[in-house]
């Protein structure tokens, strides 16, 4: 019998001591409802755990850029719905000054009403922001090193010494539609060439007699115009373009018009349509840096969208300056208007489909998250029932060692049996 070394009192002890601590543990986690509390839980748990959670807020913020996104387009769409609207407005001008049932101090009022519709577009476009970004002034859009003459083309043309292409050399007489119907044209009849530029309307007017296409690019048939060129699409010949001598928004040609009258004065509307039908294949486009839009809809680098929303002004659309106050300016008005809210239409559609592209953007990241939540909880959360268990088997054994320990203090009582 020894007193001085209790063994059966230390091995109790100690598991009591381990006891403890495993009790102290599940109410850690149970009091926490996480598994892992601090890294001696689980070493590479922690690790995976805390690296999903950094992702899962990636993830939550992206949404809530995609979401910003949304709203910035919103805003510059609303702002693009209004120009819509003046630009309709301004075609009803147009259309009814092109009436010659108004005199002409009935043009210079209509004309007064234009000029604060246009001034309105541009108001429009320069307060036009997000969170004090401008949106519509051209700084959101694509760098452009060198300033980009527009260009307009027409497939409408066909010669009769071609079955499909046409040249600068082609005779005006010698021209059919592109279904191969004569536009009537006779050398007898007068072409007048009408275009916008920088808010001047200009006309020029010659007899047809033995001039060609190229003529289209004179100022009476023979002296070349300074503000424009006509040749053929280099890649397709079937392609008649119009180029902008200039670069840039002020050197646009807008509305390019041909009207071919009789000798009578009389339009001849197949020959005229025909040759009028241009539209803008390239836009004028003034230097500027890339101010395109990043907006960032994943947790890692580079996992973004980038925006670019083309400058959205009076002078960016052809219709600066715009002039009414003749039937004939109204008349290419018409044209030019058509143009601008062809421009408005393409740039709402672009961002209309922006939208709904960040729309399911932020479903995908909303299902990612969803996803990588449930396998971080399955790694870090605690199941809470197993757990109670585990902490009711550790309580009990707890007070079975409470109770033995007591018990092995009091054998090395037996000793004093021995004293009596």
Avoid: W
């Avoid at 403890?20 to 001696?40: D, E, P, V, Y």
């Avoid at 030019?336 to 809210?341: E, L, R, T």
């Avoid at 399955?378 to 320990?405: H, S």
């Amino acid at each position: 019998m020894r007193i001085n070394h209790n063994i059966a009192a230390l091995n109790t002890y100690r598991q009591l001591t381990m006891g403890t601590n495993a009790a102290q543990k599940n109410m850690s986690k149970l009091s926490s409802g996480m598994r892992i509390n601090n890294a001696a839980d689980d070493a590479a748990g922690l690790a995976i755990s805390e690296k999903m959670r950094n992702q899962i807020r990636g993830l939550e913020q992206a949404q809530r850029n995609a979401q910003d996104a949304i709203s910035l387009i919103q805003t510059a769409e609303g702002s693009l719905s209004e120009i819509h609207s003046i630009l309709g407005r301004m075609k009803e001008l147009a259309t009814q000054a092109s009436n010659d049932t108004y005199s002409a101090q009935d043009r210079v009022n209509m004309q007064d009403e234009m000029t604060q519709l246009t001034t309105e577009i541009d108001r429009i476009r320069n307060t036009t922001d997000f969170n004090t970004k401008n949106l519509l002034d051209g700084s959101m859009g694509k760098a452009v090193s060198t300033a980009v003459a527009n260009i307009s083309g027409n497939t409408s043309l066909r010669t009769t010494n071609a079955s499909t292409a046409i040249t600068t050399g082609t005779a005006l007489t010698d021209l059919l539609d592109s279904d191969g119907n004569s536009l009537g044209i006779t050398a007898e009849d007068t072409v007048t060439i009408s275009y916008v530029i920088d808010g001047t309307t200009k006309e020029y007017t010659f007899t047809v007699g033995n001039n060609t296409i190229a003529t289209l690019e004179t100022t009476d048939g023979t002296t070349a115009n300074t503000d424009l060129t006509v040749d053929m699409n280099a890649t397709d010949t079937t392609q008649l373009e119009v180029k902008a001598a200039t670069e840039g928004f002020a050197g646009a040609i807008n509305g390019f018009t041909v009207t071919v009258k009789d000798s009578d004065g009389n339009i001849k509307t197949a020959a005229t349509n025909a040759l009028s039908a241009f539209t803008e294949t390239t836009a004028a486009a003034d230097v500027r840096a890339d101010g395109r839009a990043s907006f960032q809809v994943g947790h890692m680098t580079g996992q973004n969208i980038q925006l670019d929303i083309n400058d959205m002004g009076a002078a960016a659309l052809g219709v600066k300056d715009l002039k009414i106050t003749t039937q004939s300016q109204a008349d290419i008005a018409i044209k030019v208007i058509d143009n601008a809210s062809a421009k408005v239409s393409s740039e709402r559609s672009k961002l209309g489909a922006y939208q709904n592209r960040l729309e399911y953007t932020i479903n995908n990241l909303g299902t990612s998250s969803e996803n990588l939540t449930a396998a971080e909880s399955r790694i870090r959360d605690v199941d809470m029932a197993k757990e109670m268990m585990e902490f009711t088997k550790n309580n009990i054994l707890n007070q079975a060692a409470q109770a033995m320990l007591a018990q092995a203090n009091q054998q090395p009582q037996a000793v004093l049996q021995l004293l009596r």
